[in-house]
T-cell receptor, first 112, second 113 residues
Framework: LAKTTQPISMDSYEGQEVNITCSHN???????ITWYQQFPSQGPRFIIQ???TKVTNEVASLFIPADRKSSTLSLPRVSLSDTAVYYC?????????????FGKGTRLSVIA | DVKVTQSSRYLVKRTGEKVFLECVQD?????MFWYRQDPGLGLRLIYF???????EKGDIPEGYSVSREKKERFSLILESASTNQTSMYLC????????????FGPGTRLTVL
C-alpha cells in the first residue's frame, strides 16, 4: 500500500485559502487519492476523491500533478467550522484485501 | 443517507469487566470496521469484516475480539477491559470492498477505571 506523508498540523485565519499537501511517492497506477475530514467528537467523513488533474465539489478542490506523487487539498476561504483533522488515503478503492490506512492526519485550526 | 449507529456515546467500565460495543448500519454494506483513536496516534484499525461471520485482524487486535452474526451488526468485545483500552472507538462500514469509501458512526468514548 502506498504510504502517505502529510503535515501534522496547520493554522489559518478565517477567510484564507488553505492548502494541505500529501506526499505519496510510491502510488500505484490503479490507486485513487481520497481525503476525509473529521470534526471534533465525530467520526471521519469522506470529502473528495480523485485520480488525476483537478476535482472540485462543494466542500473542497483536489489538485493532483501529472506524476501523481503528491496531491493538494484546497479549502477556499475557511471558516471556524473548518477546524478539523484531514486525512489523505491512497489506494485502489475497489480491489485488495486490506483496508486503506488513515494515519494521523493533518490537524487544521482556523483562528478568528 | 447512510446511517451508522453505535450503542453508546460514552461508557465507563471497570478493569476486568467484559465490554460489548455495538455497531449497526442500515445500508446493507458488506464491509464493517472497528477503529480506536487516541491523541497523537490517529485512527488505528482493530478488526474488520467483509461478510457475515467473517473477520480479519487489523493492526492492533490484541485484547479485542469481534462478532458479526448479521450483516448489519458488528460487535467489538473487550474480554477483560484494561485501563490502556480507554479510548475513542469508531465503527465504519463500506459498500463495495474493504478499500471503498467508509461511512463512520459517531464514536463511543470508553473509559476503563
Amino acid at each position: 500500500l502506498a504510504k502517505t506523508t502529510q503535515p501534522i498540523s496547520m493554522d489559518s485565519y478565517e477567510g484564507q485559502e488553505v492548502n494541505i499537501t500529501c506526499s505519496h511517492n510510491n502510488i500505484a497506477t490503479n490507486d485513487y487519492i481520497t481525503w476525509y475530514q473529521q470534526f471534533p467528537s465525530q467520526g471521519p467523513r469522506f470529502i473528495i476523491q480523485g485520480y488525476k488533474t483537478k476535482v472540485t465539489n462543494e466542500v473542497a478542490s483536489l489538485f493532483i500533478p501529472a506524476d501523481r506523487k503528491s496531491s493538494t487539498l484546497s479549502l477556499p476561504r475557511v471558516s471556524l467550522s473548518d477546524t478539523a483533522v484531514y486525512y489523505c488515503l491512497v489506494g485502489d478503492g475497489r480491489s485488495g484485501n486490506t483496508p486503506l490506512v488513515f494515519g494521523k492526519g493533518t490537524r487544521l485550526s482556523v483562528i478568528a | 443517507d447512510v446511517k451508522v449507529t453505535q450503542s453508546s456515546r460514552y461508557l465507563v467500565k471497570r478493569t476486568g469487566e467484559k465490554v460489548f460495543l455495538e455497531c449497526v448500519q442500515d445500508m446493507d454494506h458488506e464491509n464493517m470496521f472497528w477503529y480506536r483513536q487516541d491523541p497523537g496516534l490517529g485512527l488505528r484499525l482493530i478488526y474488520f469484516s467483509y461478510d457475515v461471520k467473517m473477520k480479519e485482524k487489523g493492526d492492533i487486535p490484541e485484547g479485542y475480539s469481534v462478532s458479526r452474526e448479521k450483516k448489519e451488526r458488528f460487535s467489538l468485545i473487550l474480554e477483560s477491559a484494561s485501563t490502556n483500552q480507554t479510548s475513542m472507538y469508531l465503527c465504519a462500514s463500506s459498500p463495495n470492498g474493504v478499500r471503498d469509501t467508509q461511512y463512520f458512526g459517531p464514536g463511543t468514548r470508553l473509559t476503563v477505571l
